[in-house]
Structure formats: C-alpha cells, structure tokens
Nanobody, 116 residues
Framework: QVQLVESGGGLVQPGGSLRLSCAASGSIFSIYAMGWYRQAPGKQRELVAHITNGGATSYADSVKGRFTISRDNAKNTVFLQMNSLKPEDTAVYYC??????????WGQGTQVTVSS
C-alpha cells in the first residue's frame, strides 16, 4: 500500500511562491503518473497538474504558466512549484495518482493560504 505525505504549504502573500512536496512510500511510485489536486472550502477537489512517469506534464488552465510539476523517481517524490500565487489558489493540496489510474489512499494534504 503506497502512502502519500504532502508538505510545504503555508501562508503567503499574493504574488508569492511556495514549493510543495509529496513523498510516497513504496517502489511502485516510479511507474505511476502522478497528479497534484486541490480542494478549496465548499468546492470539489480538482486536478491542478499531472506528470507521467516519463516526465510529460499537463496543467489546468487556471495555473498554466504559474505552476510547475516535477518528480524525482529515485526519491519517490513529486513536487509542485507555485509562483505568482493568487488568493483563489487557497486550498488544501493533495498528491495522488493521475485521474485515469486507480487512485491511492489520500494523504492529509497541505494547506496553502494566499492572503495579504
């Protein structure tokens, strides 16, 4: 059973940056396409970005040009670099398998709050 642990969230002013990390246990990580998701209060969880096991990436229109997803298969870790943050990026961020795969158990997520 793969376990996911997200970290790196926090409070940041509009225009600021954060780098999220997701550490996965289990050697099967390297064969998974992985995604970052977020859930804002009162809203459904949405896919923000995903990266294939070969490194191809895709982004939601709302974050394109501001967020960058990457992975380190040797360390079983996926990252989300978030720049030019906006108040509407405020949410709990989670990593998991890409949506076309069988989702893994959700981690606790990491809170990102963008506010002045």
């Amino acid at each position: 059973q793969v376990q996911l642990v997200e970290s790196g969230g926090g409070l940041v002013q509009p225009g600021g940056s954060l780098r999220l990390s997701c550490a996965a246990s289990g050697s099967i990580f390297s064969i998974y396409a992985m995604g970052w998701y977020r859930q804002a209060p009162g809203k459904q969880r949405e896919l923000v970005a995903h990266i294939t096991n070969g490194g191809a990436t895709s982004y939601a229109d709302s974050v394109k040009g501001r967020f960058t997803i990457s992975r380190d298969n040797a360390k079983n870790t996926v990252f989300l670099q978030m720049n030019s943050l906006k108040p509407e990026d405020t949410a709990v961020y989670y990593c998991n398998a890409a949506p076309w795969l069988t989702l893994l158990s959700w981690g606790q997520g990491t809170q990102v709050t963008v506010s002045s």
